[in-house]
């Protein structure tokens, strides 16, 4: 069974600030990896996937992903943060192929940002 | 293209009563799941529907809750009798337009916010 571990249900930055929110994975074979947003009162937004070929994904809102299999972790980074991050995270696992899409979802991280 | 809609966006029932969320997926998916959202945890999958079959439901409390997507296109979840602890964010996501390459994508609705009192 594939299961996310999210590290830090809160993390607080600077605006301006690297933002580094982390995820950890466990599959029995290389997943496809994701990373979703949740602004208030609204459903997940698709930020970026791994899915095959380079290990740093890029994404909208100028986030970032680095698939480590040999660390099973897919943590999530942005250089800057805006004011315009605050919000949910999710990082979610799903088996390759015919089964792709039934996701496995971490708790989520709350990113607050601060003046 | 227009989104995965659901409605209603918020819904308070008393413990015991019936409740019944809908959910019209993106145009062309294939696939539609429910899943559950309690505050403080993401999102748990309840049930997953290719076309109008049901592909897993494992994890679907099947003594209250029921769900149909019986023409393969929207879909109803409903919940009889409501516990307490059904109060969550139930959301709707589809994916997979079928001959396209599945990547897992999953395209979500707003959610629909249960509170059973």
């Known amino acids: 069974a594939q299961s996310v571990t999210q590290l830090g249900s809160h993390v607080s930055v600077s605006e301006g600030a690297l933002v580094l929110l982390r995820c950890n994975y466990s599959?029995?074979?290389?997943?496809?990896l994701f990373w979703y947003v949740q602004y208030p009162n609204q459903g997940l937004q698709l930020l970026l996937k791994?899915?095959?070929?380079?290990?740093l994904v890029k994404g909208i809102n100028g986030f970032e992903a680095e698939f480590k299999k040999s660390e099973t972790s897919f943590h999530l980074t942005k250089p800057s943060a805006h004011m315009s991050d605050a919000a949910e995270y999710f990082c979610?696992?799903?088996?390759?192929?015919?089964?792709?899409?039934?996701?496995?979802f971490g708790d989520g991280t709350t990113l607050t940002v601060k003046p | 293209e227009a989104g995965v809609a659901q409605s209603p966006r918020y819904k308070i029932i008393e413990k015991r009563q019936s409740v019944a969320f809908w959910c019209n997926p993106i145009?062309?998916?294939?696939?539609l799941y429910w899943y559950q959202q309690i505050l403080g945890q993401g999102p748990k999958l309840l049930i997953q529907?290719?076309?109008?079959?049901?592909?897993?439901d494992s994890q679907l409390p099947k003594d209250r809750f029921s769900a149909e997507r019986l023409k393969g296109v929207d879909s109803t979840l409903k919940i009889q009798p409501a516990k307490l602890e059904d109060s969550a964010v139930y959301l709707c996501?589809?994916?997979?337009?079928?001959?396209?390459?599945?990547?897992?994508?999953?395209?979500f609705g707003e959610g629909s916010r249960l509170t059973v009192l």
């Open positions: 791994y899915t095959t070929g380079a290990t």
């Open positions: 979610a696992v799903s088996d390759r192929d015919t089964n792709a899409g039934k996701s496995t």
């Open positions: 529907f290719q076309n109008n079959g049901v592909v897993d």
């Open positions: 599959s029995s074979v290389p997943p496809y």
């Open positions: 996501a589809s994916s997979f337009r079928q001959g396209a390459s599945n990547t897992g994508e999953l395209f």
């Open positions: 145009s062309g998916h294939a696939t």
